[in-house]
């Protein structure tokens, strides 16, 4: 076995049947491990997402975890398959930047490029590569997943000063940025092209109704909210967009 004996599924796959087929080829190889899903309501392809969710979210598991991540716009193209040995921790995923953030705060043992082989389908490498290859990594197999690498594709979540990025909508609507909050009671926001007046408040239920407002979320940085409805519905925002806090 792994030391971790723990495979974490993060992917854009919502509730369909990607994920389960995913974990019929993990139970195939490795039918000991332990399957935990992190999440799959990533939005489609976004990249952006995935990075922060893992940057934020890995920490809080057992050591020896490996972490399945499959957000890959670019399946079926040139863009390498990866798995990272970190002091801690396994990461599989495409090398589309989807593992920098998190692989950056960590000691890097050892990367690997996958070996991805002829017969593998070009649209579903979750099935046919990360899955087989975190379900081996689970069995100690890591040293023979591939050819030695030393760099990965870099992406990092802009942020200086005030500015920063739109890093997820979450299922809430609520629009998740990468800023910290400041001490003060009311913020000035540009984003999107318009600029917003919002009140922070330390609680949802401290927020009047009908209002967009800032909190601090549980990754101690600046969301939008709007009470009991979608501020993203309010202000149709993407992972990605640029924030200015003046």
């Known amino acids: 076995m792994g030391n971790g004996n723990m495979i974490v599924l993060l992917t854009d796959f919502s509730e369909s049947e990607y994920v389960g087929v995913m974990k019929g080829v993990i139970y195939s190889i490795a039918s000991e491990a332990v399957i935990v899903d992190l ?3 990533v939005r489609p392809g976004e990249i952006i997402e995935g990075s922060w969710i893992l940057k934020n979210n890995y920490k809080y598991f057992p050591k020896g975890a490996t972490f399945c991540c499959v957000v890959d716009p670019g399946v079926g193209t040139e863009r390498k398959a990866i798995a990272i040995k970190t002091e801690r921790f396994y990461f599989v995923g495409p ?15 050892d990367i690997r490029q996958i070996n991805v082989t002829e017969d ?3 649209t579903f490498h979750g099935r ?17 997943t591939g050819e030695k690498i030393e760099e990965i594709e870099k992406l990092e979540l802009y942020k200086k000063g005030g500015e920063g990025m739109v890093v997820r909508i979450d299922e809430f609507g609520n629009v998740i940025t990468n800023l910290e909050k400041q001490k ?5 926001v540009e984003i999107g092209g318009k600029r ?6 330390p609680t949802y239920y401290a927020a009047k109704e009908d209002e967009l407002f800032l909190i601090e979320g549980s990754n101690n940085t600046l969301e939008i909210s709007f009470k ?13 967009e640029k924030i200015r806090i003046l």
């Open 196 to 201: 917003y007046t919002m009140k922070y408040y």
């Open 128 to 144: 046919d590569v990360f899955a087989k290859t975190a379900a081996n990594i689970e069995l100690g197999g890591f040293e023979t």
């Open 95 to 109: 090398d589309n930047g989807l593992l920098w953030e998190t692989a950056a705060e960590q000691k890097i043992i």
């Open 120 to 122: 593998v389908s070009r």
């Open 228 to 240: 009991n409805g979608s501020a993203n519905g309010i202000m149709g925002v993407k992972a990605g």
């Open 184 to 188: 003060k009671e009311k913020y000035s």
């Open 39 to 41: 999440c799959h309501s």
